[in-house]
């Protein structure tokens, strides 16, 4: 298909691992903090390199009840996105499992006229991009 993507900007299960550590490390103990310091820089390498493909108009990371925890989108599109967005994941997820028990929802993408919304979810975290997929 004209314009679309074979593959999505990002590694599904690098990033996603990386946030789950650095949440879980600034949760933990003091004596892991250079560890968390360490994570953080890597997600937020893995963040700003996810922003820089072209067509990328916001990366949103939120928990599974869908408040925000990290994005570059404006507050409201933040609050939207996520609410909405971890609800459909969760119907996905839900559909996939009462398919097939042993399953699970490992990505979804949504494409419309004007936007594509991919969406890797965690056990956690749900890692949302939103890119413009007329660019050629």
Known sequence: RKGASATPPWSVSGPLNAISSVICVFCSDA???????????????????????????????????????????PAEDEQTYSALVSQLAMKANNVVRNLDEADELTFLRIRSKKHEIMIAPDKEFLLIVIQNPNLE
């Not at 937020?44 to 922003?51: G, V």
């Not at 916001?58 to 925000?68: A, F, K, M, Q, T």
Request: net charge positive; hydrophobic share 30%; proline share 2%.
């Open 31 to 73: 004596a892991d903090k250079r560890k968390g310091e360490t994570m953080s820089t890597e997600v937020e390498e893995t963040l700003k390199r996810i922003q820089s493909h072209r067509g990328v108009k916001g990366v949103l990371i939120c928990n599974s009840e869908g408040v925000p925890i990290r994005s570059n989108l």
